[in-house]
């Protein structure tokens, strides 16, 4: 259900603010796309039953991008409302890790993409609820719940593919393979991170990346799958260099938008 | 006592008749079971196969409010179909051979879903006529004899209720909007509104199952009888949106307290029901790639749960 | 490769705490967790539950419904279980 709060801005610099800013639409972005990504999953899903478990998760992840944006839009003070942020902006505009870009491929792709984002988000969720920033903290107290489901569903499902069959786990060896190289991004920090890790706003990554390793390493060995070593890690997402494909996502997400400005829907 | 000289089939009537709900062990006439299974799985299908012309529009859904609306209801179709099949199987169906006979093209569903969705109009339009001639159909069957079907039905219509507010609710942003919006809302009921009023079926003089699932109250109403109510129903809520139903012989009648209307081009009726609509081919095949594509997941989960059973039990022994 | 069926399961839901877990439906799932969580995801999207409870259907046993004069209509006579049953004087209070 959604509640419409008093947006609480924290009393910072203007270079903090502006910084406060790329980072929470960031996160907005990340939980758009993925969102997105999920939702193109509805009505062809494996099975009925899973169908509705990605919608959900699906719905959880816009919610929170939501929320962000709404924040997003207070930090920066123009006028521009969630809607404006999410479909007038760019793809270079864009500040998603490319992990979560990627196409669904088959369900052993789109399960491990999600099992790599939401171990990620779940323990970034449980430190952004105890930060500094109150509106950031009260986004991440809801999301966190929702995110300990999601981490949940994913690695189930990592685990039943590693050990089921023959070709589950040829299928989700590949998407390993494939997808791996996307996870380092989520944990190295950009600029705007680094100087937000500095003033306390942004969690140490250092600190929680073991707590993602151990989470995904335990889940790896119940799926008696091998962790990947020395994997030579992508990134650029999230200072707006993407891969090919979030360009053809915006396109459709934001046709409507861009096709009749400034309409009411 | 006089019922102990009633036959079977006529002790059953007369529990139909009194209004007592048939239960999945009760004894049934074998026809009161198989009609009850091709209609149940009918109406599931045509909820899976329903998620897809809406789904069309999910990614391009022009808010992230609007967005989350039509992800929510196309999820709560999957649901509807989900509630929908385990009504059958308590008539002993199993979900792969309804599917089975769903992919084949041995089981129909409803025909409205091979139209294609082709502006996001369309989006309110099915959630506003679409629906609405849905719940038409629905809500009698919240008190259909068979009680896992009605209390299917039960959960189907409260949850449907927000369906077709959402859409009337498109329709009235649309109207309200810029000429082009308004334009897009008439362009898409010229496109909806017959293939809806065929929805309720064919004319009741065409309609051979009609009498028998009346008597055992399957049905509580006939086709003709719902398409007039709908079309009383909508009319009204047309004009209110300032939008033209496209039928030049549409004329309120004093007489009969209801409107007057064109008849159904049946031809195209027909035509859409032999798998001749002009999305029939790409919906189906949704489907089958979709079941087909999954087939390696659902054996994989089941090959897991079964590894897990058998390290349970050498651990107990 | 198998055509096996995921098997069935009958989901019960506790509405609010206090209340009985009751029959909702019933969903297909491959094992116990996830039929735990299907039932989460499928009927309990609208804050209907506080806790699930699901039985895989084969484990259900049911009465037959051939029995039910045999089962249910002795209870029938039996008037004086209920408390209707007795007259209390009308200076009685707290009864």
Known sequence: MQETHTIVVPDVSAEVRQQLLDYVLQLADTSLILAHRLSEWCGHGPILEQDLAMANISLDLLGEARSYYQYAAELEGRGRTEDDLAYLRSAVEYRNPLLVEQPNGDFAHTIVRQFLYDAFHYHLLLQLQAGPDQQLAAIAEKSVKEAAYHVKWSAEWIIRLGDGTNESRRRVEAAINALWRYSGELTTPSATEQALQQAGFVPDYAAIQGQIDEHVARVFAEATLPVPQGVFMQKGGKTGRHSEHLGYLLAELQYLQRTYPGLTW | METAELTQEEQFQARIDADVRIEPKDWMPEAYRKTLIRQISQHAHSELVGMLPEGNWITRAPSLKRKSILLAKVQDEAGHGLYLYSAAETLGASRDQMLADLHSGKAKYSSIFNYPTLSWADMGTIGWLVDGAAILNQVPLCRTSYGPYARAMVRVCKEESFHQRQGFEIMQTLCEGAPAQKQMAQEALNRWWWPTLMMFGPK????????????????????????????????????????????????????????????????????????????????????????????????????????RRQRAETVAA | ?????????????????????????????????????????????????????????????????????????????????????YTVPDSIKHM
């Open chain 2, 204 to 307: 009741d003089a065409d309609s051979p199952n009609t009498e028998q699932s009346m008597k055992w109250r399957i049905k509580r109403f006939t086709n003709d009888e719902l398409r007039q109510k709908f079309v009383d129903m909508m009319v009204p809520q047309a004009e209110f949106l300032g939008l033209t139903v496209p039928d030049d012989k549409l004329k309120w009648n004093e007489t009969k307290q209801g409107y007057d209307f064109g008849d159904v081009d049946w031809a195209e009726f027909w035509d859409v029901v032999k798998g001749n609509g002009p999305c029939s081919r790409e919906r189906l095949q949704a489907r089958v790639q979709a079941h087909e594509d999954g087939a390696w997941v659902r054996e994989a989960a089941l090959a897991h749960a079964e590894k």
């Open chain 3, 1 to 85: 490769m198998s055509q096996k069926e995921w098997p069935l399961w009958e989901v019960f839901i506790r509405s609010k705490q206090g209340l009985d877990h009751k029959h909702v439906g019933s969903l297909h799932a491959a094992d116990a967790e996830m039929a735990v969580q299907n039932a989460r995801d499928v009927y309990t999207r609208r804050l209907e539950g506080v806790s699930i409870w699901v039985v895989e259907s084969k484990h259900v046993h049911a009465s037959n419904p051939d029995d039910a004069a045999a089962f249910y209509e002795p209870a029938n006579d039996k008037i004086y279980r209920h408390p209707t049953f």
